[in-house]
């Protein structure tokens, strides 16, 4: 292994693994409910979860990256989605549960699209 | 005056005695429903045009199942047959169906005493639980036939039809181990049979079992208990210890038929949601959704790298949904196929 592809290694290990971890539902208050404006990233239409990755502005005017996680590619047709329902740039806004580890990640009960329509994720 | 307000009064009572005597009719009429056929009984769902989305090492996006069977007398209890075909249990018509590797359909058990699924064992038999005449769409309150653990085909034998002096009832699910024992279920509990023919309990009624499958070294029992996974360690004599949850249904519905692939996967149907795949340490891995309701899975084909699975349900030639008058149980299902990526475990039948 030469130098240059162990320091690619070495950087991608540093990454915060976070951003494309997967949370239990176990691990989210269940019992509230939050609101979030932002603009889309990506929208990953996988299993066992989708997840859309947005940016939304702090009052201060920094930047955030939040996950919403929602439910399998199917569930998620069930409720009226396509791997094309979002795409990167859509402003959007989620309503749904805060992990309990104060970590930048809601698991997604519905969601405002650019046209404003809803679109459940999780159905409870 | 008071020849009005008599006329009146009886006006009154004639109407009171024949709404009355019309809530009694009603009344006697559902109870009549209730007693046995002519229950309420729900459609199956209509079909649904479902597309894979890939779940790595299991199966790949953008697929769809083929329809190969479909008809109204049920389907349940899938397995896989030798040759790459499928059998599976018809209840009502009290028949073993069968597709051969090219899927087409022949009887291959008659008078099966209303068997509802089955399993082959380690002398390659071909074994059922019985349901008798308990169907809830037909009179269960007038049927009175204990329900039988079997072997079927090449020869009838009776291996298990007991535990401890209680005749078994409308058995549900079985999974027959490689040393000649046989997990299996009724309504009233989970049990294990031996070679020798020992019936041991495994659980009672406060597990709902439906589903049930072994692990690859056959030592760990697994069963769904409605929205959970249940495990147990076996012991060497098949009589289990340790029960514990092992996984949730995190896309919901209720657990029901199972499959286990090569790598050790769990395979779950769950009714409307589809079929959701576990790792073998219990970890969501993801949905393949099913055009019908799923209830039974099973790896067929050549290699073991096609999945059969049953959906509630199924289609006239014109199109629309089969449906059944109110009151008569809707028992068609249809059977489907898709190629997998992964294995079905080529160590049991299932």
Same mark, same amino acid.
């Given at each position: ?34 609101? !979030? %404006? ?7 239409w996988? #299993? ?7 940016d /939304?502005?702090? *009052? ?25 329902? !979002? %795409? ?8 749904? #549960? ?7 990640? /809601?698991?997604? *009960? ?15 | ?44 769902t ?38 790459g ?27 099966t ?11 390659k ?82 597990v ?20 959970k ?12 210890t ?11 519905g ?57 959906g ?39």
């Amino acid at each position: 292994m030469n130098w240059a592809t162990f320091s690619i290694i070495f950087l991608l290990l540093g990454l915060p693994g976070s951003v494309f971890a997967h949370h239990s539902n176990a691990e989210y208050d269940r019992d509230h409910q939050s609101k !979030l %404006k932002g603009t889309v990233v990506e929208f990953k239409w996988t #299993n066992p979860h989708t997840q859309i990755v947005f940016d /939304v502005k702090g *009052r201060d005017g920094t930047g955030q990256r939040w996950i919403g996680e929602g439910p399998s590619p199917s569930q998620m047709t069930e409720n009226g989605w396509t791997k094309d329902t !979002l %795409k990167r740039g859509d402003r959007i806004s989620v309503v749904g #549960n805060m992990p309990r580890s104060g970590s930048l990640a /809601v698991r997604l *009960r519905w969601v405002t699209l650019p046209n404003g329509k809803n679109l459940f994720a999780y159905n409870n | 005056m008071k020849l009005k307000a008599m006329r009146a009064i009886a006006c009154s009572l004639v109407a009171s005695a024949i709404a009355l005597s019309g809530i009694a009719i009603a009344q006697q009429q559902q109870q009549q429903r209730n007693a046995g056929g002519g229950q309420e009984f729900r459609q199956p769902t209509p079909a649904k045009d479902v597309t894979t989305t890939e779940i790595p090492g299991v199966i790949a996006g953008g697929l769809k199942w083929k329809l190969v069977w479909q008809g109204p007398d049920n389907a349940d209890g899938l397995v896989g047959a030798a040759d790459g075909g499928i059998y599976f249990a018809q209840e009502q018509p009290s028949t073993v169906g069968r597709l051969d590797p090219n899927d087409k359909f022949s009887i291959f058990v008659r008078d099966t005493h209303g068997t509802g699924a089955l399993g082959i064992d380690y002398k390659k038999r071909l074994i059922g639980v019985e349901r008798t005449c308990s169907d809830p769409g037909g009179h269960p309150d007038q049927c009175h036939e204990a329900a039988e653990l079997v072997a079927l085909s090449p020869k009838w034998e009776v291996l298990a039809s007991k535990y401890m002096d209680k005749t078994f009832w409308r058995m549900g699910e079985l999974v027959c181990d490689s040393k000649g024992g046989v997990y299996f279920s009724d309504d009233f509990g989970t049990y294990f049979v031996n070679a020798k023919g020992q019936v041991s309990l495994v659980a009672g009624k406060e597990v709902r079992t439906n589903g049930m499958m072994l692990s690859r070294d056959e030592k760990t029992l697994y069963v769904t208990d409605v929205k959970k996974l249940v495990a147990w360690d076996i012991q060497p004599d098949g009589t289990v210890t340790n029960k514990r949850d092992f996984a949730t249904l995190e896309a919901g519905g209720a657990g029901d038929g199972m499959a286990i692939d090569s790598e050790g996967r769990l395979y779950v149907t769950s009714g409307d949601p589809g079929i959701q795949v576990f790792s073998p340490e219990g970890k969501f891995l993801g949905v393949i959704p099913l055009p019908r309701s799923s209830s039974s899975i099973a790896f067929a084909g050549p290699n073991k790298k096609v999945l059969y699975a049953k959906g509630a349900g199924m289609s006239n030639p014109d199109g629309t949904e089969y449906r059944t008058p109110d009151g008569v149980r809707n028992n068609a299902k249809a059977i489907y196929k898709i190629d997998v990526i992964a294995q079905g475990f080529m160590g049991r039948p299932k």
